[in-house]
Protein backbone atom coordinates (compact mmCIF):
# COMPACT_ATOMS: atom_id res chain seq x y z
CA UNK A 1 0.00 0.00 0.00
CA UNK A 2 1.32 3.40 -1.09
CA UNK A 3 1.55 5.66 1.42
CA UNK A 4 0.71 9.13 0.25
CA UNK A 5 1.03 12.39 2.62
CA UNK A 6 -1.49 15.46 2.99
CA UNK A 7 0.39 17.91 0.36
CA UNK A 8 0.46 21.41 0.88
CA UNK A 9 3.12 22.74 -1.86
CA UNK A 10 2.54 25.74 -3.12
CA UNK A 11 3.73 24.85 -6.82
CA UNK A 12 4.35 22.03 -8.35
CA UNK A 13 1.19 20.83 -6.18
CA UNK A 14 -1.08 17.98 -5.39
CA UNK A 15 -3.28 16.46 -7.94
CA UNK A 16 -6.70 15.16 -7.45
CA UNK A 17 -5.94 10.95 -6.28
CA UNK A 18 -8.50 10.19 -9.04
CA UNK A 19 -6.65 11.79 -11.63
CA UNK A 20 -3.57 10.18 -10.47
CA UNK A 21 -5.67 7.14 -10.81
CA UNK A 22 -6.79 7.66 -13.81
CA UNK A 23 -3.40 8.14 -15.45
CA UNK A 24 -2.27 5.26 -13.92
CA UNK A 25 -5.05 3.21 -15.21
CA UNK A 26 -4.80 4.22 -18.38
CA UNK A 27 -1.07 4.17 -18.90
CA UNK A 28 0.12 1.49 -20.93
CA UNK A 29 -2.53 1.70 -23.30
CA UNK A 30 -4.13 5.08 -24.15
CA UNK A 31 -7.87 4.40 -24.88
CA UNK A 32 -7.15 1.85 -27.52
CA UNK A 33 -4.07 3.25 -28.70
CA UNK A 34 -1.89 0.31 -27.66
CA UNK A 35 0.45 3.43 -26.74
CA UNK A 36 0.89 5.00 -23.98
CA UNK A 37 -0.36 9.47 -23.83
CA UNK A 38 3.27 10.07 -23.60
CA UNK A 39 3.96 8.47 -27.05
CA UNK A 40 1.40 9.52 -29.05
CA UNK A 41 1.76 12.01 -31.89
CA UNK A 42 0.23 15.38 -31.06
CA UNK A 43 -1.87 14.94 -34.57
CA UNK A 44 -3.22 11.87 -33.85
CA UNK A 45 -7.17 11.86 -33.11
CA UNK A 46 -6.06 10.75 -29.96
CA UNK A 47 -4.78 14.14 -28.81
CA UNK A 48 -6.83 16.07 -30.58
CA UNK A 49 -10.04 14.42 -28.59
CA UNK A 50 -7.73 15.30 -25.38
CA UNK A 51 -7.02 18.25 -26.51
CA UNK A 52 -10.65 19.32 -27.99
CA UNK A 53 -12.02 18.06 -24.79
CA UNK A 54 -9.79 19.95 -22.35
CA UNK A 55 -10.71 23.43 -24.38
CA UNK A 56 -14.56 22.35 -23.66
CA UNK A 57 -13.81 21.54 -20.12
CA UNK A 58 -11.98 25.08 -19.58
CA UNK A 59 -14.44 26.84 -21.15
CA UNK A 60 -17.77 25.60 -19.35
CA UNK A 61 -15.91 25.87 -15.90
CA UNK A 62 -15.21 29.55 -16.68
CA UNK A 63 -18.68 30.16 -18.39
CA UNK A 64 -16.39 31.89 -21.46
CA UNK A 65 -18.60 32.56 -24.76
CA UNK A 66 -17.46 32.59 -28.33
CA UNK A 67 -14.94 35.62 -28.21
CA UNK A 68 -12.75 33.84 -26.09
CA UNK A 69 -9.39 31.29 -26.69
CA UNK A 70 -8.29 28.84 -24.65
CA UNK A 71 -4.76 28.79 -25.39
CA UNK A 72 -1.84 26.29 -24.05
CA UNK A 73 2.12 27.50 -24.10
CA UNK A 74 4.82 26.81 -22.89
CA UNK A 75 7.29 28.96 -20.68
CA UNK A 76 5.24 29.27 -17.54
CA UNK A 77 3.56 32.14 -16.13
CA UNK A 78 6.71 34.10 -16.29
CA UNK A 79 7.03 33.95 -20.35
CA UNK A 80 3.89 35.79 -20.02
CA UNK A 81 5.32 38.77 -18.29
CA UNK A 82 6.54 39.09 -21.51
CA UNK A 83 4.34 37.92 -23.93
CA UNK A 84 1.55 40.52 -22.62
CA UNK A 85 2.80 43.72 -22.86
CA UNK A 86 4.62 42.73 -26.40
CA UNK A 87 1.17 41.57 -27.81
CA UNK A 88 -1.35 43.77 -25.86
CA UNK A 89 -0.04 47.08 -25.80
CA UNK A 90 -1.18 50.00 -27.84
CA UNK A 91 1.39 53.08 -29.18
CA UNK A 92 0.57 55.77 -27.34
CA UNK A 93 -0.92 54.02 -24.45
CA UNK A 94 0.17 53.65 -21.01
CA UNK A 95 -0.28 49.86 -19.48
CA UNK A 96 -1.35 49.85 -16.10
CA UNK A 97 -0.41 47.46 -13.32
CA UNK A 98 -1.22 46.69 -9.40
CA UNK A 99 1.45 46.09 -7.57
CA UNK A 100 0.54 43.11 -4.89
CA UNK A 101 3.76 41.45 -4.54
CA UNK A 102 6.56 39.40 -6.40
CA UNK A 103 4.97 37.99 -9.36
CA UNK A 104 3.16 41.54 -9.86
CA UNK A 105 6.56 42.96 -9.46
CA UNK A 106 8.07 40.65 -11.98
CA UNK A 107 5.25 41.70 -14.23
CA UNK A 108 6.23 45.05 -14.23
CA UNK A 109 9.67 44.91 -14.46
CA UNK A 110 9.20 43.09 -17.89
CA UNK A 111 7.07 45.76 -19.25
CA UNK A 112 9.33 48.09 -17.87
CA UNK A 113 12.08 46.49 -20.08
CA UNK A 114 9.74 47.07 -23.12
CA UNK A 115 10.50 50.69 -23.07
CA UNK A 116 6.29 50.88 -22.06
CA UNK A 117 4.67 53.89 -19.97
CA UNK A 118 4.15 51.76 -17.19
CA UNK A 119 1.81 53.51 -14.63
CA UNK A 120 1.77 51.40 -11.03
CA UNK A 121 -1.53 52.60 -9.98
CA UNK A 122 -2.32 50.91 -6.78
CA UNK A 123 0.48 48.96 -4.46
CA UNK A 124 0.79 47.37 -1.01
CA UNK A 125 4.67 47.79 -1.33
CA UNK A 126 5.05 49.69 1.76
CA UNK A 127 3.30 47.58 4.04
CA UNK A 128 5.11 44.23 2.96
CA UNK A 129 2.02 43.35 0.78
CA UNK A 130 -0.28 42.55 3.45
CA UNK A 131 -3.12 43.66 1.88
CA UNK A 132 -5.11 44.40 -1.99
CA UNK A 133 -5.27 47.96 -2.43
CA UNK A 134 -9.27 48.81 -1.93
CA UNK A 135 -8.54 51.96 -4.46
CA UNK A 136 -7.96 51.45 -8.01
CA UNK A 137 -7.30 55.00 -9.37
CA UNK A 138 -8.39 53.96 -13.39
CA UNK A 139 -8.68 57.08 -15.33
CA UNK A 140 -9.75 54.83 -18.48
CA UNK A 141 -6.51 55.77 -20.81
CA UNK A 142 -4.83 52.08 -20.36
CA UNK A 143 -4.34 49.57 -22.76
CA UNK A 144 -5.14 47.36 -20.17
CA UNK A 145 -4.86 47.11 -16.93
CA UNK A 146 -2.77 44.16 -15.11
CA UNK A 147 -4.21 42.28 -11.90
CA UNK A 148 -2.52 39.30 -10.25
CA UNK A 149 -6.10 37.32 -8.39
CA UNK A 150 -3.95 35.72 -5.72
CA UNK A 151 -0.45 36.57 -4.31
CA UNK A 152 0.95 33.00 -4.00
CA UNK A 153 3.53 34.13 -1.70
CA UNK A 154 2.22 37.08 0.59
CA UNK A 155 -1.05 34.79 1.38
CA UNK A 156 -3.61 37.46 -0.66
CA UNK A 157 -6.06 37.40 -2.87
CA UNK A 158 -8.46 39.78 -4.24
CA UNK A 159 -11.59 39.22 -2.83
CA UNK A 160 -13.28 40.75 -5.49
CA UNK A 161 -12.21 42.97 -8.84
CA UNK A 162 -12.26 46.05 -8.65
CA UNK A 163 -14.28 48.59 -12.06
CA UNK A 164 -11.43 48.66 -14.51
CA UNK A 165 -13.70 51.98 -16.69
CA UNK A 166 -13.80 49.71 -19.22
CA UNK A 167 -10.28 48.83 -19.56
CA UNK A 168 -9.58 45.16 -19.76
CA UNK A 169 -8.33 43.22 -17.47
CA UNK A 170 -5.09 40.80 -17.80
CA UNK A 171 -4.91 38.94 -14.94
CA UNK A 172 -2.44 36.27 -13.79
CA UNK A 173 -4.45 33.40 -12.21
CA UNK A 174 -2.14 31.16 -11.45
CA UNK A 175 -2.38 30.28 -8.13
CA UNK A 176 -6.72 30.79 -8.11
CA UNK A 177 -8.22 29.88 -11.31
CA UNK A 178 -10.73 27.16 -11.28
CA UNK A 179 -11.02 27.83 -7.50
CA UNK A 180 -13.74 30.44 -7.62
CA UNK A 181 -16.90 31.70 -9.40
CA UNK A 182 -15.93 34.69 -11.61
CA UNK A 183 -17.51 37.20 -13.98
CA UNK A 184 -15.17 36.86 -17.23
CA UNK A 185 -16.72 39.67 -18.85
CA UNK A 186 -14.25 42.36 -17.86
CA UNK A 187 -11.10 40.20 -19.15
CA UNK A 188 -9.15 40.54 -22.05
CA UNK A 189 -6.43 37.72 -20.89
CA UNK A 190 -6.18 35.61 -18.69
CA UNK A 191 -3.26 33.18 -17.84
CA UNK A 192 -2.41 30.42 -15.38
CA UNK A 193 0.77 28.10 -14.96
CA UNK A 194 -0.82 25.12 -14.37
CA UNK A 195 1.21 23.50 -11.75
CA UNK A 196 -0.58 25.27 -9.05
CA UNK A 197 -4.32 24.64 -9.01
CA UNK A 198 -4.76 23.29 -12.67
CA UNK A 199 -2.40 20.53 -13.03
CA UNK A 200 0.90 19.52 -14.02
CA UNK A 201 4.26 22.13 -14.80
CA UNK A 202 5.00 22.24 -18.22
CA UNK A 203 2.05 24.34 -19.24
CA UNK A 204 0.42 27.40 -19.16
CA UNK A 205 -2.92 28.30 -19.87
CA UNK A 206 -3.71 31.67 -21.72
CA UNK A 207 -7.74 32.53 -22.31
CA UNK A 208 -7.76 35.52 -24.91
CA UNK A 209 -10.80 37.70 -26.04
CA UNK A 210 -10.88 38.48 -29.90
CA UNK A 211 -10.61 42.13 -29.53
CA UNK A 212 -7.05 41.42 -27.60
CA UNK A 213 -5.88 39.10 -30.67
CA UNK A 214 -6.54 42.21 -33.29
CA UNK A 215 -3.75 44.04 -31.27
CA UNK A 216 -1.34 41.75 -31.93
CA UNK A 217 1.70 42.92 -34.01
CA UNK A 218 2.56 41.39 -36.85
CA UNK A 219 6.34 41.91 -36.46
CA UNK A 220 6.74 39.97 -33.42
CA UNK A 221 8.24 36.46 -33.80
CA UNK A 222 5.94 33.48 -34.16
CA UNK A 223 6.59 31.77 -30.75
CA UNK A 224 6.06 35.03 -29.12
CA UNK A 225 2.43 35.97 -31.03
CA UNK A 226 -0.39 34.63 -29.27
CA UNK A 227 -2.17 34.67 -32.85
CA UNK A 228 0.12 31.78 -33.65
CA UNK A 229 -1.21 29.83 -30.76
CA UNK A 230 -5.00 30.65 -31.58
CA UNK A 231 -4.75 30.32 -35.69
CA UNK A 232 -3.31 27.20 -35.07
CA UNK A 233 -4.97 25.68 -31.90
CA UNK A 234 -2.11 25.16 -29.92
CA UNK A 235 -0.17 23.41 -32.48
CA UNK A 236 2.04 25.14 -34.51
CA UNK A 237 4.43 23.24 -33.02
CA UNK A 238 4.46 20.20 -30.00
CA UNK A 239 2.67 21.51 -27.26
CA UNK A 240 2.97 19.49 -24.12
CA UNK A 241 1.11 17.19 -24.18
CA UNK A 242 0.93 14.99 -21.52
CA UNK A 243 0.38 18.33 -19.23
CA UNK A 244 -2.59 19.05 -21.26
CA UNK A 245 -3.90 15.60 -20.85
CA UNK A 246 -3.69 16.19 -16.59
CA UNK A 247 -5.02 19.55 -17.11
CA UNK A 248 -7.92 17.87 -18.97
CA UNK A 249 -8.29 15.26 -16.33
CA UNK A 250 -8.48 17.97 -13.41
CA UNK A 251 -11.45 19.98 -15.26
CA UNK A 252 -13.44 16.92 -15.64
CA UNK A 253 -12.98 15.99 -11.67
CA UNK A 254 -14.13 19.24 -11.26
CA UNK A 255 -17.18 18.94 -13.71
CA UNK A 256 -17.78 15.53 -12.76
CA UNK A 257 -16.34 14.53 -9.34
CA UNK A 258 -16.81 17.88 -7.15
CA UNK A 259 -19.81 18.72 -9.12
CA UNK A 260 -19.22 22.45 -10.95
CA UNK A 261 -17.27 25.52 -10.12
CA UNK A 262 -20.14 26.54 -7.57
CA UNK A 263 -19.56 23.12 -5.22
CA UNK A 264 -15.48 23.41 -6.10
CA UNK A 265 -15.59 26.93 -4.13
CA UNK A 266 -17.81 26.40 -1.38
CA UNK A 267 -15.05 23.58 -0.63
CA UNK A 268 -12.42 25.65 -0.64
CA UNK A 269 -14.46 28.50 1.59
CA UNK A 270 -14.88 26.06 3.70
CA UNK A 271 -10.99 24.81 3.47
CA UNK A 272 -10.06 28.07 4.15
CA UNK A 273 -12.23 29.14 6.94
CA UNK A 274 -11.44 26.24 8.77
CA UNK A 275 -8.11 27.09 9.12
CA UNK A 276 -8.50 31.06 9.43
CA UNK A 277 -11.02 30.50 12.10
CA UNK A 278 -8.55 28.39 14.17
CA UNK A 279 -5.88 30.94 13.97
CA UNK A 280 -7.92 33.72 14.89
CA UNK A 281 -9.34 31.92 17.92
CA UNK A 282 -6.00 31.90 19.36
CA UNK A 283 -2.49 33.74 19.81
CA UNK A 284 0.00 31.02 19.01
CA UNK A 285 0.00 31.60 15.48
CA UNK A 286 -0.54 34.76 13.71
CA UNK A 287 -1.51 35.16 10.18
CA UNK A 288 0.17 37.58 7.90
CA UNK A 289 -2.15 38.85 5.54
CA UNK A 290 -4.88 41.20 6.46
CA UNK A 291 -7.95 39.68 7.07
CA UNK A 292 -9.93 41.53 4.60
CA UNK A 293 -7.87 40.35 1.74
CA UNK A 294 -6.71 36.95 2.92
CA UNK A 295 -6.06 33.92 -0.06
CA UNK A 296 -8.26 31.28 0.12
CA UNK A 297 -5.42 29.22 -1.60
CA UNK A 298 -2.25 30.09 0.09
CA UNK A 299 -2.40 30.45 3.93
CA UNK A 300 0.52 32.18 5.47
CA UNK A 301 1.22 32.41 9.19
CA UNK A 302 3.93 32.83 11.70
CA UNK A 303 4.53 31.55 14.73
CA UNK A 304 6.25 33.05 17.78
CA UNK A 305 9.77 32.55 16.74
CA UNK A 306 11.62 31.05 13.86
CA UNK A 307 12.87 28.07 16.03
CA UNK A 308 9.27 27.00 16.86
CA UNK A 309 8.75 27.10 12.89
CA UNK A 310 11.73 25.18 12.19
CA UNK A 311 10.43 22.79 14.48
CA UNK A 312 6.82 22.87 13.06
CA UNK A 313 7.64 22.13 9.89
CA UNK A 314 9.82 18.69 10.68
CA UNK A 315 7.02 17.64 13.11
CA UNK A 316 4.46 18.20 10.62
CA UNK A 317 6.22 16.33 8.19
CA UNK A 318 7.01 13.47 10.54
CA UNK A 319 3.30 13.44 10.71
CA UNK A 320 2.19 13.12 7.19
CA UNK A 321 1.50 17.05 6.72
CA UNK A 322 4.22 18.37 3.87
CA UNK A 323 5.16 21.32 2.30
CA UNK A 324 4.32 23.71 4.86
CA UNK A 325 7.10 25.70 4.60
CA UNK A 326 6.86 29.45 3.59
CA UNK A 327 8.31 30.92 0.22
CA UNK A 328 12.27 31.15 0.84
CA UNK A 329 11.83 35.05 0.37
CA UNK A 330 9.47 35.87 3.10
CA UNK A 331 10.07 32.74 6.07
CA UNK A 332 7.40 31.74 8.07
CA UNK A 333 4.54 29.16 7.07
CA UNK A 334 2.51 28.74 4.33
CA UNK A 335 -0.21 25.86 3.65
CA UNK A 336 -1.48 25.92 -0.28
CA UNK A 337 -4.83 24.22 0.33
CA UNK A 338 -5.32 24.06 -3.28
CA UNK A 339 -8.51 22.61 -4.93
CA UNK A 340 -6.90 19.18 -4.94
CA UNK A 341 -6.29 19.24 -0.95
CA UNK A 342 -9.26 18.03 0.95
CA UNK A 343 -11.14 19.35 3.17
CA UNK A 344 -9.53 15.73 5.62
CA UNK A 345 -6.34 17.24 4.76
CA UNK A 346 -7.25 20.85 6.02
CA UNK A 347 -8.60 19.05 9.32
CA UNK A 348 -5.42 17.12 9.90
CA UNK A 349 -3.53 20.37 9.23
CA UNK A 350 -5.46 22.25 12.26
CA UNK A 351 -5.45 19.40 14.29
CA UNK A 352 -2.06 18.96 14.22
CA UNK A 353 -1.76 22.80 14.61
CA UNK A 354 -3.67 22.67 17.99
CA UNK A 355 -1.55 19.39 19.46
CA UNK A 356 1.99 21.59 18.40
CA UNK A 357 0.90 24.59 20.24
CA UNK A 358 -0.65 23.03 23.10
CA UNK A 359 3.12 21.29 23.45
CA UNK A 360 4.80 24.58 23.08
CA UNK A 361 3.19 27.47 23.77
C1 LIG B 1 4.07 30.43 -9.45
C2 LIG B 1 3.55 31.72 -9.97
C3 LIG B 1 4.14 32.35 -11.09
C4 LIG B 1 5.34 31.80 -11.79
O1 LIG B 1 5.01 30.68 -12.51
P1 LIG B 1 6.04 29.92 -13.47
O2 LIG B 1 5.15 28.96 -14.17
O3 LIG B 1 7.07 29.28 -12.58
O4 LIG B 1 6.65 30.93 -14.38
C5 LIG B 1 3.56 33.52 -11.53
N1 LIG B 1 2.50 34.05 -10.94
C6 LIG B 1 1.92 33.49 -9.86
C7 LIG B 1 0.72 34.13 -9.25
C8 LIG B 1 2.42 32.30 -9.35
O5 LIG B 1 1.85 31.73 -8.28
Not at 84 to 107: E, F, Q
Not at 215 to 227: A, I, N
Not at 319 to 333: A, D, I, T, Y
Request: glycine share 8%; with cysteine; aromatic share 10%.
Amino acid sequence: MTQRIHNFNAGPAALPLPVLEHIQNEMLDFRGSGMSVLEVSHRSKWFEDVLDDTIVRVKRLLKLDDRYHVLFLQGGASMQFCMVPMNLAVPGKPVDYVDTGTWSTKAIKEARIQGLDVRVIASSEADAFTYIPKEIPVDGKAAYLHLTSNNTIRGTQWPAFPDGAGVPFVCDMSSDIFSRVFDPKPFGLIYAGAQKNAGPAGVTLVIVRDDMLQRVPKTLPSMLKYTTYSEKKSMYNTPPTFAIYVVGLVTRWIEETVGGMEKMEAVNNQKAALIYDYIDSQNFYRGTAMPDSRSRMNVTFRLPTEELEQKFIKESLAEGLGGLKGHRSVGGCRASIYNAVSLEGVQALVQFMKEFARKNG
